[in-house]
């Protein structure tokens, strides 16, 4: 079953902040944040563990909450170059990760 | 530049035809995978490889094989192709499977389209 990532899509303007939600129906282990541009491949923003510190990349950050099996990826005063589809993808301790439907953000001058 | 190569970018099938995808990585990562992108549908796990000699399947195997030729190298083939199978196939590596690798590198993607 994929995780199930809220909003679908967002539209900011730049210096504005968002909150992507990613909500998975198993236990999770761990979750990794990716960032993929139209036409290029998915790029690794960070990993979430199991018991672990809240992550930053750059002005990115995001949180895991174990108990309610979401994590929330936070983009703090937006730049155009964060416009792109964010995708999470949770591990289960089944050794591989599903990944969700992804988030379309785009960031407007 | 170290990473993930896949070959072919582009492929145009007819129904029927059986291709290979190529996927190899230069990272002495253990682990592979391969997903399949379709609009709408994100990124769903066809494939993977925990480490070499042992491939499983993931959520959309059907219609799918895989060999992990060696430690480098993890192949895709399409034994009859469908068009149900057009989509943007991404190949993918990680240091271990699970828990334990830290994060994906993803190859440049392959555009098949059958007809």
């Known amino acids: 079953q994929q995780p199930v990532q809220s909003p679908q899509a967002v539209i900011l303007r730049e210096g504005e902040d968002a909150v992507i939600n990613c909500s998975s129906s198993?236990?999770?282990?761990?979750v990794h944040w990716y960032r993929q541009k139209h036409g290029e491949a998915p790029v690794f923003l960070m990993i979430?563990?199991?018991?672990?510190e809240q992550m930053r990349h750059e002005k990115i950050s995001a949180s895991f909450n174990e108990k309610k099996q979401q994590s929330s990826l936070y983009l703090t005063a937006s730049q155009l170059s964060y416009s792109g589809t964010y995708f999470c993808?949770?591990?289960?301790?089944?050794?591989?990760?599903?990944f969700g439907t992804g988030t379309r953000l785009k960031v407007l001058a | 530049n170290a990473g993930v190569t896949q070959t072919p970018k582009f492929q145009v099938l007819k129904t029927g035809q059986s291709m290979t995808l190529q996927c190899a990585q230069d990272?002495?990562?253990?682990?592979m995978y391969w997903y399949r992108q379709d609009p709408g549908m994100g990124l769903r796990l066809i494939y993977y490889?925990?480490?070499?000699?042992?491939?499983d399947k993931g959520e959309v195997p059907n219609g799918y094989n895989v060999s992990r030729l060696n430690k480098r190298e993890f192949s895709l083939r399409l034994e009859s192709a469908a068009p149900s199978q057009t989509s943007v196939y991404f190949c993918?590596?990680?240091?271990?499977?699970?828990?334990?690798?830290?994060?994906?590198?993803f190859g440049s993607g392959t555009r098949l389209t059958v007809v």
């Open positions: 198993k236990a999770l282990y761990s």
């Open positions: 993808g949770t591990d289960s301790g089944t050794y591989k990760y599903i």
């Open positions: 990272m002495n990562h253990n682990s």
């Open positions: 993918a590596s990680s240091e271990w499977a699970g828990t334990g690798g830290l994060g994906y590198t």
């Open positions: 979430l563990l199991k018991g672990g």
């Open positions: 490889s925990a480490s070499e000699g042992t491939t």
